[in-house]
Each structure stands twice: as C-alpha cells, then as structure tokens.
C-alpha cells in the first residue's frame, strides 16, 4: 500500500509530528509512506520535509506561488499517478482543497485528519467553511481527534482517532533538566512555569506575560519560559521590556529537544484563545507536569478540571494567577495533578493506538 500524507506547512508543530510519526510507522516493509508538503513564498523552509529527511522517509515537496494555485493541483496529481498511490491522506484545509481537486477524474481515495482550525481571521473562516463542504462531498473518511470535531458529520465518514505520544521520550531525566535550566541561568531552587507553541495571537503568550507581571511580585524565584517562534515574536518583546520583565521571562525561540524542556519546568501553561487537540498539553501529561490551560476548544476533552489539570476562563488573567499561585504553593497538589494526568495520557494515547486506527481506515477504503 502506498500512501501519501500531504500537509501545507508553516513550521514543525502538532500535525506535523502526527504526520511524522504516521509515515514512520506505515513505511515498514510491506506499506511506502510519503511526506508530501506544500511550499509558498510565505514558508520557502520546509521543517517538516528537513526532519523527514533526517528520519529517511520518502519526500516529495509541491511548490505553490499562494493562495489556489492550479500548478500545485497538477504537480500533485503527477506525483501521485507516478508514485502509484493507493491513498492520499491530508492534513489541514488547503491541502484538502488541492487534494481533492487533483484525484478528481482518478481513483485514489481521500482521507484527511481535521486536527482543528486555530488561526483566528476571517479568510481561515472562509476557507473552513469551503473545507467542510469539500470533505463532506468528496473524501471517503475524516479522522477526528475528539468527538466534539465535525460532530454534525454523517457516522459513516467520520471516525475518532486519538492523537498519539511515543510516550516513552517524555521520561524526566535529571541531566536534562540541569542542562535546560544552566543554558537559561535558572537557579535549583528557582521554579519554572512554560509555555510552548507558535508565536501567534491565537496562542495569547501575551496573557502570560502579563500573569508573570503580576505572580513575580509575590514569588521572586519564579521563572517562565515562552519556547516557540513565530509572528508575534517582536511584540511580545516590546510587552516583556515594558513590564520589566527580561530577567523573569525568556523568550527561548523553537527547541528541537522538546523532552528536555519538560525535564526542566515544574508547571505548563497554554493560554490559548482557539484550539484542536494540542500536542504540547499531553506531552507535558506524559512528562509528569501539571498543566493549566484555557477551556477552549478541544481542550476541555484533554483535561478533567482539577482532577488531570486545571482549566481557566481565555483572557481570564485573574483567574490564571490565582490557579498558578495554588500550584507554586501547593507542591503536593502539583504532584497529584501530574501523576493523574500521566496515567490518562498512558492509557488514552499511546502511538500504537493511533496508528492502529489508522491502519483499519486504510484497509477498510483500499
């Protein structure tokens, strides 16, 4: 079985790694699979293909001049009649689009992961609203990961599948934790609260910047970590210097050894506005870190409040200091949270049962 995973790709984040880790397991002998990635003039570096690369997986790159671009529909319909592909699986809404276009008139079947819609503006809305109908019309199985996704889909086209860690990576390691926490000059006795995810307005790093403003106050010794690039880089800079903030707060730019990271801080935040599924709050699960987290999106899916972490209201600062104070407070309430939340992401999303998924809905549309 050959199979192609087409994404349009801006960085190295959730559904790139899905998309990794799927091509990596369905490349096993029997099966090819393919990182096929589409290149515009908005991301000419293409860190999914690189670390495809790196892990010897079969790539392909479609080069794309923006927006619809009919030479990208062509060049994806020549890649996939020459490399014989039995399925195209896709990955956000505009390769859904150009994927769908390209296998009309042909015989290969459309898969495609809705892993969430999170940029906030109006042209993502509208081209939402395109994917749904394209999807809905011409692709033989969406893969969901939380029921709360497409629920209005028809149950025949739309199945649940669970993002999956490898687990065994997030192990805390006491080497890494020193290492992360040197190259940063954080003391022992120093805590760390992180966040890590693109730089963006969607993300809301900013609400952060502004709970560390206010806890630095009353906790000296603790210090935040911002792990991720991207747009809203320089303007959280300028809001880091205006609350004086350089020393408590550090912008560390994109970490490839995202296990060390985890190694090394004591509480994980995510301050999103708008969410899917994401990839950080289980891996900080996995790795024995109690979480806090906006109740957007799928999130509320991920966390059971109070009991596997702890969920505050977006844009809520007042609410987000006060639940950070409990848990710099209260270390035994740290450890009760992080030891629930590992045990649920042990058993709810290991990569085997991802990929176990995967596999029945590849056999059952070839």
């Known amino acids: ?21 799927l091509a990596r397991h369905f490349n096993d002998g029997g099966n090819t699979a393919f990182v096929v990635a589409l290149r515009d003039s908005r991301f000419p570096r293409l860190e999914i293909i690189e670390k495809a690369n790196e892990l010897h997986l079969p790539t392909f790159v479609i080069e794309s001049r923006g927006r619809l671009d009919m ?47 999170t940029e906030m503006n109006r042209k993502v809305s509208a081209y939402e609203k395109l994917d749904r109908w394209v999807v809905r019309h011409f692709f033989k199985k969406v893969a969901v990961v939380t029921d709360k996704i497409l629920s209005d889909f028809p149950s ?38 992180a966040t890590v ?12 910047v502004e709970a560390a ?22 303007q959280l800079r300028r809001l880091i210097t205006e609350k004086k903030l350089e020393r408590q707060v550090i912008l560390t730019g994109f ?17 999103s506005l708008t969410e899917g599924i994401p990839l950080t709050i289980l891996e900080a699960m996995a790795a024995n870190v109690p979480v806090v987290a906006t109740r957007v999106g799928g999130i509320p899916d991920l966390i059971e409040d109070e009991k596997t972490g702890l969920l505050v209201e977006s844009r809520n600062v007042a609410e987000l200091c006060a639940q950070l104070e409990t ?15 590992s045990r649920y992401v042990r058993s709810h999303f290991s990569q085997e049962k991802m990929v176990e998924g995967y596999r029945k809905v590849y056999e059952e549309i070839v």
């Open 71 to 117: 030479r990208s529909v062509f060049q994806l319909r020549k890649f996939l009649i020459g490399h014989k592909i039995d399925i195209l699986h896709t990955h956000n809404y505009k390769s859904d689009i150009i994927g769908a276009l390209a296998v009309q008139c042909g015989r290969v079947p459309l898969v495609t992961t809705a892993h969430g819609y």
């Open 255 to 271: 970490i490839k050894d995202m296990p060390s990271v985890y190694s090394a801080i004591d509480i994980f935040v995510l301050t």
């Open 156 to 193: 025949d086209k739309r199945v649940v599948i669970a993002n999956g860690l490898d687990i065994k990576q997030f192990q805390k390691n006491a080497s890494q934790r020193k290492a992360v926490r040197e190259r940063y000059g954080i003391q022992n006795d120093e805590m760390v609260i």
């Open 213 to 234: 403003s206010r806890l630095t106050k009353k906790f000296p010794n603790v210090r935040f970590l911002i792990v991720g690039a991207g747009p809203e880089e320089q």
């Open 327 to 341: 848990l710099i407070s209260d270390a035994s309430k740290r450890n009760e949270l992080a030891e629930s939340a």
């Open 1 to 21: 079985m050959n199979i192609a995973h087409f994404i349009s790709s801006g960085g190295l984040f959730g559904a790139e790694n899905i998309v990794l880790t």
């Open 197 to 208: 995810g693109r730089l963006s307005v969607e993300k809301n790093q900013a609400m952060l």
